[in-house]
């Protein structure tokens, strides 16, 4: 199974039995057989039949829409899984203070190791930037142990926001001054590496949204990102440890030569990713995701165990020291150590990684 794109102008896409046929001004261009795909991402002026969005509802296949500078992308989504006592459970984990808490420190704890071990080595590329870069990762590691410390989420927030401040720091120290990168900007962004970095979280941020749907939970309630209109919270949750990976996996692409400069066009609303860039782009980024999409797959089966676990009248065996029967009834360190048991594997799999200089 892969993922199409396309990203053109007038281009149809019409269904014939199992295939997927794909016009340009009128004249076939190519197919694919659906049973090969499972997701597309569509850019441009895209027409396409009622009867093939019902077929690939039926099918399992979910539709991004791509919206050019605004990076906000639209989904058509499968039928999401049938199961609605998942999201009821959701639902009231989301009000449960020590398991929000324990969460959040989960996955924020995750994702400033994963920046720290990246900066780390980095050290021994940018000689030169060497006193900065081990002064922001003394300073990374300062705030990691003070997560465990905070006893909210608003301080816990606080700590990540001091945490992106010192990596992105340490980031435009660390990237090529060609790439004009002085920190994280965005809507619009104002240089190369922030415009992708603006489109890989988008197309991250809707992996997580369909990884959701299909596991049965709601996209829309988080126990890190509160409730907010329109903002799928749970999606944001998700993809909060991968960021560094993403982050990683473009240096890498701008290293290897895949993006280049002249890529990419800046005007006054922003810079923008160049058609060449953007097949180069989604080239590697369809070979890449598969790890992502399967992260995210885990950490929504994590999810689901947790509220398996937490409806039986006592907990499993193997977690001896957590007797209470009820999710009200947990402390927060009872459900970090519940959490721990679920995202070991994850957090094996974020060490391993191997960075890109």
């Not at 890190?224 to 944001?236: I, Q, V």
């Amino acid at each position: 199974m892969s993922s199409l794109y396309i990203d053109r102008k007038r281009v149809e896409l019409k269904l014939s039995g199992e295939v997927l046929i794909c016009y340009e001004n009128e004249e076939r261009i190519g197919t694919i057989p659906l049973v090969s795909v499972d997701r597309i991402y569509l850019k441009g002026d895209v027409k396409l039949q009622a009867s093939l969005l019902a077929k690939l509802g039926k099918r399992g296949i979910g539709i991004i829409f791509l919206s050019g500078r605004k990076n906000i992308p639209s989904l058509f989504l499968a039928q999401p899984h049938n199961d609605a006592h998942r999201r009821v459970m959701q639902y009231e984990l989301s009000h449960n203070e020590p398991f929000c808490l324990a969460f959040s420190k989960k996955i924020i704890q995750l994702k400033l190791e994963t920046q720290k071990n990246w900066l780390s080595q980095a050290l021994n590329v940018r000689e030169d930037k060497q006193s900065l870069l081990e002064s922001k990762v003394k300073e990374l590691n300062e705030l990691i142990t003070k997560i465990n410390q905070q006893t909210n989420l608003a301080s816990l927030r606080g700590v990540e926001g001091r945490a992106a401040s010192v990596y992105f720091m340490a980031l435009s120290q660390y990237l090529p001054k060609s790439l004009d990168f002085n920190g994280r900007n965005r809507r619009p962004p104002r240089d190369p590496f922030n415009a992708v970095l603006s489109l890989s979280y988008t197309l991250l941020h809707s992996e997580a949204v369909l990884a959701s749907y299909g596991a049965g939970l709601d996209p829309y309630i988080g126990f890190y990102h509160s409730l907010d209109f329109s903002r799928e919270s749970f999606a944001c949750d998700l993809v909060e440890p991968i960021r560094p990976l993403v982050d990683n996996w473009l240096i890498g692409l701008f290293r290897s030569k895949e993006l280049r400069i002249e890529y990419f066009s800046t005007t006054q609303s922003g810079c923008m990713l160049g058609k060449t860039g953007r097949i180069n782009f989604y080239k590697a980024y369809e070979e890449q995701a598969e790890q992502w999409r399967k992260i995210l797959t885990e950490n929504c089966h994590d999810i689901i165990q947790v509220l398996k676990e937490v409806e039986l009248p006592n907990l499993p065996q193997r977690k001896e020291s957590i007797e209470p029967s009820s999710p009200q009834q947990l402390t927060e360190l009872q459900w970090q150590e519940l959490l721990e048991h679920y995202y070991f594997n994850q957090h094996t799999m974020m060490q391993n990684i191997e960075f890109s200089f």
